[in-house]
T-cell receptor, first 116, second 117 residues
Framework: AQKITQTQPGMFVQEKEAVTLDCTYD???????LFWYKQPSSGEMIFLIY??????QNATEGRYSLNFQKARKSANLVISASQLGDSAMYFC?????????????FGQGTELSVKP | GAVVSQHPSWVICKSGTSVKIECRSL??????MFWYRQFPKQSLMLMAT?????????EQGVEKDKFLINHASLTLSTLTVTSAHPEDSSFYIC?????????????FGPGTRLTVT
């Protein structure tokens, strides 16, 4: 069975500093995708970054980067230069297409608070 | 980018009544749509997967007769909560994907907040 684990229920970071949100996953499939989403208080799910299991380079999208360590089955999100608007819930998710039809399995989430 | 809408954005209904939530892909044809439920301070839990023209596949523990899903066209899926009760109060989010390749990307709707009184 597939599983996503986020062990940090809440995190605090000072504005302009970098922060790492942890995510580990478990699957026996070789082909999968890993995602990070941001969910502000409005509830919308905002896509941040994607990493494919066969991608050799770590994904980056602006201030977001994904530290992908396949052997350790971890996919941590790094946010550089935190901004007040980064305060939100962050979810790590995994998708497996061939056996699971592409459905997303989400972790428990991490609530990030950015302090001024 | 691909846009998914949901209607209504929020709804209040009385216990015992039914509520229909629509999920539309506005600028692409969605071969697959997913319905998630999220309780306060919790993660998203997948309820069901629906493919256009076929019956939805429900996750274990989700009552098929209570949560009716219809994916009648490539741009519309509906979730009907039948005989709603206060414990059904939740945030319901749909997502959509297109293509039959191994594309993982999904596009989320803005969500529907259901309150059953």
């Amino acid at each position: 069975a597939q599983k996503i684990t986020q062990t940090q229920p809440g995190m605090f970071v000072q504005e302009k500093e970098a922060v790492t949100l942890d995510c580990t996953y478990d699957t026996s499939d070789q082909s999968y995708g890993l995602f990070w989403y941001k969910q502000p208080s409005s509830g919308e799910m905002i896509f941040l970054i994607y990493q494919g299991s066969y991608d050799e380079q770590n994904a980056t999208e602006g201030r977001y980067s994904l530290n992908f360590q396949k052997a350790r089955k971890s996919a941590n999100l790094v946010i550089s230069a935190s901004q007040l608007g980064d305060s939100a819930m962050y979810f790590c998710a995994m998708s497996i297409y061939y056996n699971q039809g592409g459905k997303l399995i989400f972790g428990q989430g991490t609530e990030l608070s950015v302090k001024p | 980018g691909a846009v998914v809408s949901q209607h209504p954005s929020w709804v209040i209904c009385k216990s015992g009544t039914s509520v229909k939530i629509e999920c539309r892909s506005l600028d692409f044809q969605a071969t697959t749509m997913f319905w998630y439920r999220q309780f306060p301070k919790q993660s998203l839990m997948l309820m069901a997967t629906s493919n256009e023209g076929s019956k939805a596949t429900y996750e274990q523990g989700v009552e098929k007769d209570k949560f009716l899903i219809n994916h009648a066209s490539l741009t519309l899926s509906t979730l009907t909560v039948t005989s709603a009760h206060p414990e059904d109060s939740s945030f319901y989010i749909c997502s959509a994907r297109f293509g039959t390749t191994s594309s993982y990307e999904q596009y989320f709707g803005p969500g529907t907040r259901l309150t059953v009184t």
